[in-house]
């Protein structure tokens, strides 16, 4: 199991004390800074490795960064404090994207990123709690990582437990019916520490998500299971963190965050081959041009 990089723990640490003390503009140009460098390193692990979810990588980074960065009460130095909260990425085969947030804020050192999906790396292509700190529970096979969230936050209610559960949910995952069965669950239990988060960008695997199974309209799905629903720019880091800090009441949040597959880089942005493409030489030098501005 890889272990933490306390120095960069410590800038992390460090980093969530400046954004709760400033301003929720500073926050929001902060977190965008450290979302941007995180697409370049995700950027090189992919070239690097010759393989992963590009695409969807970039679309959830904005999310991710702006849970770990100002959100979720966790300590990479304590990965298994029993008052932590838990984030489950559903949507597991954007473990890139996770791998690059969770060494950023100091779960792992950096150099461990050369290793992703290399023989017997820790960094598989999809995430493994038992091999990286900060990974709450292995995903992959979608639509088994929101019932699995459901049933932390039910567990943190019966402790008596504060701590709070987000899951982060790809859009075309929507379509597995265990979510519903999760979501009805979670309204019944009116499990208000429990936050799911959609990554809504409209693209899965091979097509549109509307081309495949409809659904629209998603917001009225979601408070119809009894989900108090919350609505945003997934790549706007101000108007996520509002979606994530508004007080839930007494019913679970159901934040969609509509986001871009490819987000960052003008020829994926939008584009459903970049689901898993690997960039070429002169792509990914185009594409850390860009992600250099």
């Known amino acids: 199991m890889l272990t933490t990089d306390d ?23 902060a977190l965008a800074d450290i979302a941007r460098e995180v697409r ?15 695409g ?20 990479p130095r304590a990965p298994l404090a029993p008052d932590r909260d838990r984030l489950i990425l559903s949507k597991g085969h954007t473990a890139g994207a996770l791998y690059a947030v969770l060494a950023q804020f100091g779960f792992f050192p950096r150099s ?73 669950t979670a309204g019944h239990h009116g499990l208000s520490a429990l936050t799911a988060v959609v990554d809504r960008n409209r693209l899965q695997q091979g097509a549109r998500t509307e081309e495949t199974k409809q659904l629209e309209p998603l917001a009225d799905k979601w408070r119809s299971f009894g989900w108090d629903v919350r609505e945003c720019d997934g790549h ?6 509002a979606a994530f800090t ?30 898993h493409k690997v960039p070429s030489a002169e792509q990914a030098a185009s594409a850390f041009e860009e992600l250099a501005r």
């Not at 120095?7 to 140009?29: C, N, V």
Request: glycine residues 12%; charged residues 20%.
């Open 7 to 29: 120095p960069q723990a410590d800038h992390y640490l460090r980093l969530r004390r400046r954004l709760a003390e400033g301003s929720a503009a500073d926050a929001a140009a």
């Open 40 to 54: 370049r390193t995700d950027l090189a692990m992919i070239r690097r490795a010759g393989l992963g979810h590009i």
């Open 56 to 75: 969807s990588d970039f679309s959830v980074i904005d999310i991710l960064v702006t849970l770990y960065g100002a959100v979720l009460s966790v300590d």
């Open 112 to 184: 461990a990123l050369e290793t992703f999906a290399g023989p017997l790396s820790p960094l598989n292509g999809h995430p493994n709690r038992t091999k990286v700190p900060g990974v709450e529970t292995n995903t992959g096979p979608l639509g088994h990582g929101f019932p699995v969230a459901v049933g932390v936050a039910l567990a943190h209610r019966l402790r008596g437990s504060r701590s709070r559960t987000f899951v982060v949910l790809g859009d075309g995952e929507l379509q597995e019916g265990s979510n519903w069965e999760a979501a009805m």
């Open 236 to 241: 706007d880091h101000g108007r996520l963190l």
């Open 246 to 275: 508004e007080p839930a009441g007494d019913r679970p949040v159901c934040v969609i965050a509509h986001t871009t597959k490819g987000k960052g880089v003008s020829f994926m942005e939008d584009r459903v081959e970049w689901h």
